[in-house]
């Protein structure tokens, strides 16, 4: 791996922060706080949160097994998405490398930092090969991007080829485990130490119920987490966010549940699609959605909003013609799509 030094944009290297004034004095054993120009009326929703997230990280920390040090908390991960670019890529030099199809916000995020995005297509079976990732990467490459389970594909990467591109590659890689919780394989959060370059995105929006409040985290390296932290807004996640994934955190068990219901959704939901005349290929999944091939997209996608039934046209998506992305619902939405997938001709 190249040094972090050479990784990061030299301005953001140099960069000294802005420092709030919760950052200059977070003790709790003060109580009369005049620092901050705050409104004193209002309580609690007139003081500025805490911008280091403290109390969250801590409590996320016994959750995911890693510490503070190394957890960014964002708003959603689309902020640390877009804060990578604005870390590591020099506008018009730098690029990054990307499988394709995968989520749609990677290259938006390149494209408003003006940095090239480098496509390289799956296989037909969704997969992809490190080789054919690090071919394209040059001295300029800053960053690759992988999402396991992929977005819109729904299936894991392969572990080994992940580990490769890990270990190859000289400049950082983001793997993008939003939708982990659903898979049987498991997280790379427990090989963190091993990868100085890695940065592993998760998020409150998909497993853990909670895609209103926004918060997304990346964990990495000490180094990595402190470039982030240096240029996100001071105040970048809200005091009700923090408040609520704290409760979130607390009641963990709900959202296990959720999961192992989700599965099972899943599982009814592809067997029932198999059935359908209308669907050409159910492809195996390993997250909350599922993608489908079915006979005309477009045609089934109007026809399933006529019965106020949205899913997801993904037929312009390379490698994704005819194909509709379906999420996972609870039983009635689910019987209530299959229902009417049955009256479709
Ligand atoms: N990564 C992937 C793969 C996603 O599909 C999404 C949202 N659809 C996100 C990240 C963004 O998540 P957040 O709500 O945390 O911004």
Same mark, same amino acid.
């Given at each position: 791996?190249?040094?972090?030094?050479?990784?990061?944009? *030299?301005?953001?290297?140099?960069?000294? *922060?802005?420092?709030?004034?919760?950052?200059?004095?977070?003790?709790?054993?003060?109580?009369?706080?005049?620092?901050?120009?705050?409104?004193?009326?209002?309580?609690?929703?007139?003081?500025?949160?805490?911008?280091?997230?403290?109390?969250?990280?801590?409590?996320?920390?016994?959750?995911?097994?890693?510490?503070?040090?190394?957890?960014?908390?964002?708003?959603?991960?689309?902020?640390?998405?877009?804060?990578?670019?604005?870390?590591?890529?020099? *506008?018009?030099?730098?690029?990054?490398?990307?499988?394709?199809?995968?989520?749609?916000?990677?290259?938006?995020?390149?494209?408003?930092?003006?940095?090239?995005?480098?496509?390289?297509?799956?296989?037909?079976?969704?997969?992809?090969?490190?080789?054919?990732?690090?071919?394209?990467?040059?001295?300029?490459?800053?960053?690759?991007?992988?999402?396991?389970?992929?977005?819109?594909?729904?299936?894991?990467?392969?572990?080994?080829?992940?580990?490769?591109?890990?270990?190859?590659?000289?400049?950082?890689?983001?793997?993008?485990?939003?939708?982990?919780?659903?898979?049987?394989?498991?997280?790379?959060?427990?090989?963190?130490?091993?990868?100085?370059?890695?940065?592993?995105?998760?998020?409150?929006?998909?497993?853990?119920?909670?895609?209103?409040?926004?918060?997304?985290?990346?964990?990495?390296?000490?180094?990595?987490?402190?470039?982030?932290?240096?240029?996100?807004?001071?105040?970048?996640?809200?005091?009700?966010?923090?408040?609520?994934?704290?409760?979130?955190?607390?009641?963990?068990?709900?959202?296990?549940?959720?999961?192992?219901?989700?599965?099972?959704?899943?599982?009814?939901?592809?067997?029932?699609?198999?059935?359908? *005349?209308?669907?050409?290929?159910?492809?195996?999944?390993?997250?909350?959605?599922?993608?489908?091939?079915?006979?005309?997209?477009?045609?089934?996608?109007?026809?399933?909003?006529?019965?106020?039934?949205?899913?997801?046209?993904?037929?312009?998506?390379?490698?994704?013609?005819?194909?509709?992305?379906?999420?996972?619902?609870?039983?009635?939405?689910?019987?209530?799509?299959?229902?009417?997938?049955?009256?479709?001709?």
């Amino acid at each position: 791996m190249k040094t972090l030094q050479e990784l990061t944009r *030299p301005n953001i290297w140099r960069l000294k *922060p802005y420092s709030s004034a919760r950052d200059e004095y977070s003790g709790a054993s003060a109580s009369v706080f005049l620092d901050a120009n705050e409104n004193p009326y209002n309580l609690p929703h007139n003081r500025y949160p805490d911008p280091m997230q403290r109390d969250l990280k801590l409590e996320l920390s016994k959750i995911k097994k890693v510490t503070p040090a190394h957890i960014f908390l964002g708003n959603g991960s689309d902020e640390a998405i877009d804060l990578v670019f604005r870390a590591f890529c020099e *506008p018009g030099r730098d690029n990054v490398v990307a499988i394709d199809p995968t989520y749609g916000m990677y290259q938006v995020c390149a494209d408003v930092n003006d940095v090239e995005y480098r496509k390289v297509l799956l296989h037909d079976d969704f997969q992809f090969s490190a080789d054919e990732l690090l071919a394209v990467a040059d001295e300029r490459t800053k960053m690759i991007f992988l999402c396991s389970p992929n977005n819109p594909t729904g299936n894991d990467l392969l572990r080994s080829e992940i580990i490769k591109v890990i270990n190859d590659f000289e400049g950082l890689v983001i793997l993008d485990e939003a939708y982990n919780d659903f898979s049987d394989e498991p997280s790379f959060l427990s090989e963190l130490g091993k990868y100085p370059n890695l940065i592993i995105l998760q998020t409150f929006s998909k497993a853990f119920g909670c895609a209103a409040i926004r918060l997304g985290m990346a964990f990495a390296s000490e180094g990595i987490i402190g470039v982030l932290s240096k240029i996100k807004y001071p105040y970048n996640v809200n005091q009700l966010t923090q408040q609520q994934a704290i409760e979130m955190l607390h009641k963990y068990y709900e959202i296990e549940r959720w999961v192992k219901i989700l599965k099972e959704e899943r599982g009814y939901l592809e067997e029932a699609f198999v059935e359908l *005349p209308c669907v050409l290929q159910v492809f195996p999944s390993n997250a909350n959605f599922f993608l489908a091939r079915v006979t005309d997209a477009v045609k089934i996608y109007n026809y399933l909003v006529g019965e106020g039934i949205i899913v997801r046209n993904r037929n312009s998506i390379s490698l994704c013609g005819n194909c509709l992305r379906v999420t996972v619902g609870t039983r009635t939405e689910n019987a209530k799509l299959i229902g009417a997938l049955k009256k479709y001709q």
